[in-house]
């Protein structure tokens, strides 16, 4: 009886330490836009505000310049009529000109944890990110991050947020991807990933490349994949689950096994599913050009130095004097990859 008084003692001494925050009088930046022009940050904000009465969200973009990073939440607050709060901002869009020149002081940002959310999504647009917050306008609330969200859990994007990125950045043995978004026939859609190594970023990632990062480094293995053979043949299909295993041998052989469960939803009409033939081969095709693609795309990353994947992280779980200096300069370079895909259908959504 004494511990739980105690305890409840306890909760009420947090709670009365905790400073109130009323959501209809505070302005909560939902999606935030930075670009860099010259020497100058140029911010747009959205936020949510909540007509008393009613269920309706009026979001109003806000605007902003500075020339430091920290003073973007001054200048916001000097436009505001009630404290500005981003401790609930679900996502922040960067300009590419911000993400090549000062993804070091982002970072650095984010682990002083001046924005709290780990959950909130950093995407890359080569547009301007200021078209990208305007553009949330007239999409109903947290379209936005719902649309990111989406990408990641049902569609080809690996899943990113605060939390991965700073563990990515500081972190040894890998390297930072962020989502890229843009604007294409006045509609906002995912662009495939960017890809860091060090501060420079250096690749940008398709679409389908970005599914084959999100197998690789995803738990959860699901995702859309669409291609055409030679002859013109369409096959289209969608990752409901898998497994994966990925082993680093001593010599530098790396064998990389997947197990893939889909359901189809197109292929030519002359296959006939219910012939075990035809069956095999389609099997063989998909799991053949899943492999093939994917080695093709870990053979890109190597050439260019980066490592989104974590090879390094992988290797260092093995070996107890791992030097991350090392491994990406003597052993890296030199992994030769072998991957296998296991095909099973689950769904033969197809007439």
């Given at each position: 009886?004494?511990?739980?008084?105690?305890?409840?003692?306890?909760?009420?001494?947090?709670?009365?330490?905790?400073?109130?925050?009323?959501?209809?009088?505070?302005?909560?930046?939902?999606?935030?836009?930075?670009?860099?022009?010259?020497?100058?940050?140029?911010?747009?904000?959205?936020?949510?505000?909540?007509?008393?009465?009613?269920?309706?969200?009026?979001?109003s973009?806000?605007?902003?310049?500075?020339?430091?990073?920290?003073?973007?939440?001054?200048?916001?607050?000097?436009?505001?009529?009630?404290?500005?709060?981003?401790?609930?901002?679900?996502?922040?869009?960067?300009?590419?000109?911000?993400?090549?020149?000062?993804?070091?002081?982002?970072?650095?940002?984010?682990?002083?944890?001046?924005?709290?959310?780990?959950?909130?999504?950093?995407?890359?647009?080569?547009?301007?990110?200021?078209?990208?917050?305007?553009?949330?306008?007239?999409?109903?609330?947290?379209?936005?991050?719902?649309?990111?969200?989406?990408?990641?859990?049902?569609?080809?994007?690996?899943?990113?947020?605060?939390?991965?990125?700073?563990?990515?950045?500081?972190?040894?043995?890998?390297?930072?991807?962020?989502?890229?978004?843009?604007?294409?026939?006045?509609?906002l859609h995912?662009?495939g990933?960017?890809?860091?190594?060090g501060?420079?970023?250096?690749?940008?990632?398709?679409?389908?490349?970005?599914?084959?990062?999100?197998?690789?480094?995803?738990?959860?293995l699901t995702?859309?994949?669409?291609?055409?053979?030679?002859?013109?043949?369409?096959?289209?299909?969608?990752?409901m689950?898998?497994?994966?295993?990925l082993?680093?041998?001593q010599n530098?052989?790396?064998?990389?096994?997947?197990?893939?469960?889909?359901?189809?939803?197109?292929?030519?009409?002359?296959?006939?599913?219910?012939?075990?033939?035809?069956?095999?081969?389609?099997?063989?095709?998909?799991?053949?050009?899943?492999?093939?693609?994917?080695?093709?795309?870990?053979?890109?990353?190597?050439?260019?130095?980066?490592?989104?994947?974590g090879?390094?992280?992988?290797?260092?779980?093995?070996?107890?004097?791992?030097?991350?200096?090392?491994?990406?300069?003597?052993?890296?370079?030199?992994?030769?990859?072998?991957?296998?895909?296991?095909?099973?259908?689950?769904?033969?959504?197809?007439?």
């Amino acid at each position: 009886m004494k511990s739980c008084i105690l305890a409840l003692f306890c909760c009420l001494l947090l709670g009365g330490c905790s400073q109130e925050r009323i959501v209809n009088r505070i302005n909560i930046i939902q999606s935030m836009g930075v670009d860099l022009e010259g020497d100058t940050y140029k911010i747009s904000a959205s936020f949510p505000n909540y007509i008393k009465a009613t269920r309706e969200q009026d979001v109003s973009p806000m605007t902003a310049e500075s020339k430091v990073t920290y003073g973007i939440f001054t200048t916001l607050t000097s436009q505001s009529s009630q404290p500005i709060e981003s401790g609930q901002m679900r996502t922040l869009v960067i300009s590419e000109k911000f993400a090549r020149e000062t993804i070091s002081e982002l970072a650095n940002i984010i682990n002083r944890e001046s924005i709290k959310s780990s959950n909130a999504h950093i995407v890359i647009t080569r547009q301007k990110a200021s078209q990208i917050i305007s553009e949330t306008v007239k999409t109903p609330p947290f379209y936005l991050s719902e649309l990111i969200d989406n990408n990641m859990y049902h569609g080809n994007i690996p899943v990113a947020n605060y939390h991965s990125f700073v563990n990515q950045y500081y972190g040894a043995g890998q390297d930072v991807y962020l989502p890229v978004i843009n604007i294409d026939h006045g509609k906002l859609h995912m662009d495939g990933v960017a890809i860091y190594g060090g501060n420079e970023l250096k690749l940008w990632l398709t679409q389908q490349e970005g599914l084959y990062l999100k197998i690789l480094r995803d738990k959860s293995l699901t995702g859309e994949y669409d291609f055409k053979t030679s002859s013109k043949d369409m096959y289209s299909f969608v990752i409901m689950h898998g497994n994966k295993k990925l082993s680093i041998a001593q010599n530098g052989n790396t064998s990389i096994s997947l197990e893939i469960y889909i359901a189809l939803r197109e292929i030519p009409e002359r296959i006939n599913i219910q012939n075990s033939q035809d069956l095999y081969e389609l099997k063989k095709l998909i799991g053949e050009k899943l492999s093939s693609e994917m080695k093709a795309m870990l053979i890109r990353l190597q050439k260019n130095k980066v490592d989104p994947v974590g090879f390094g992280e992988q290797y260092s779980w093995h070996h107890r004097n791992f030097n991350e200096k090392d491994f990406y300069e003597r052993i890296y370079p030199h992994l030769n990859f072998e991957v296998q895909t296991k095909i099973i259908i689950l769904h033969s959504g197809v007439g």
